[in-house]
C-alpha cells in the first residue's frame, strides 16, 4: 500500500500476496531483511531475495507483533494478506533504513516458491 513509514508519526504498511495458483492453501510465511544488495538467501534449494541476517532469523522464527498474518495459509486463489503496523517512535532506531520483505509458500518445512521483493524505507 505504500514504500514508506515515518518513524515520527508511525502508520501500515499492507503487503498483498499473489502466489501461482499451484500454491494455493499451501502455508506461507512472510520475511523481511534489512536491505542489502546482492545478498540473497537459499533455504532447501529455494533461493529468496532476502539477505541472511538476524533480521531475517527472527521473522522466521516468529513475527514481531507488528505483522500480522505473517504466518498462515494461502486462500483458494493462492492470495493472502500481511500488515505491518508501527506505533509512532517505533521504528526510530531504523530511521534512514530500507527494509526488503518477501514471502515464501512452504512444502512441508521448506520454501517452495518465493514472492519478488518489496521494500519499505523508514523516514523520520
Do not use: H, W
Not at 536491505?35 to 514481531?64: E, H, T, W
Not at 509458500?105 to 521483493?117: D, E, F, M, R
Amino acid at each position: 500500500s505504500t514504500t514508506t513509514l515515518s518513524s515520527n508519526t508511525g502508520g501500515a504498511v499492507t503487503f498483498e500476496l499473489a502466489f501461482p495458483i499451484s500454491e494455493a492453501l499451501k502455508p506461507y510465511l512472510f520475511l523481511a531483511s534489512r536491505n542489502q544488495p546482492g545478498k540473497y538467501g537459499n533455504v532447501g534449494g529455494l533461493d529468496f531475495p532476502l539477505a541472511n541476517s538476524q533480521f531475517l532469523r527472527r521473522m522466521a522464527a516468529g513475527a514481531p507483533s507488528e505483522f500480522q498474518n505473517a504466518t498462515g495459509s494461502l486462500d483458494a486463489n493462492a492470495q493472502a494478506t500481511v500488515t505491518l503496523t508501527l506505533p509512532p517512535g517505533a521504528a526510530a532506531a531504523y530511521i534512514g533504513k530500507t527494509m526488503k520483505c518477501a514471502a515464501v509458500s512452504l512444502s512441508g518445512i521448506y520454501p517452495n516458491v518465493s514472492t519478488a521483493p518489496v521494500y519499505v524505507e523508514i523516514l523520520p
